[in-house]
Nanobody, 123 residues
């Protein structure tokens, strides 16, 4: 079983950076592809980025491509999301999710979720 915990959110000015972490205390972290999603008030959960089990394949939403970078360290059971050039429209609760195989952009395809971390970007 995967137990995901997100951290690293906060308040930042537009143009600033944050680095989010998604960690798992279990022993099977490397068996899961990890996706980052975000949800703003009144909106559906939106795909941000995903990374394969090995870290060799990554995928980004068009709205964040070139600004966000996803990476993983399976030895530390951690996936990082480096967010640069943040915009007010990036404000949301960010969640990481895990699924058994393959990276997809549909949140319904992910089996395990963390509790989320708030990111607020002021203008």
């Amino acid at each position: 079983q995967v137990q995901l915990v997100e951290s690293g959110g906060g308040l930042v000015q537009a143009g600033g950076s944050l680095r989010l972490s998604c960690t798992d205390s279990g022993r099977t972290f490397s068996s899961y592809a990890i996706g980052w999603f975000r949800q703003a008030p009144g909106k559906e959960r939106e795909f941000v980025s995903a990374i394969s089990r090995s870290g060799g394949t990554t995928y980004y939403a068009g709205s964040v491509k070139g600004r966000f970078t996803i990476a993983r360290d399976n030895a530390k059971n951690t996936v990082l999301l480096q967010m640069n050039s943040l915009k007010p429209e990036d404000t949301a609760v960010y969640y990481c999710g895990a699924r058994g195989d393959g990276i997809v952009s549909s949140y319904m395809s992910y089996d395990y979720w963390g509790q989320g971390t708030q990111v607020t970007v002021s203008s």
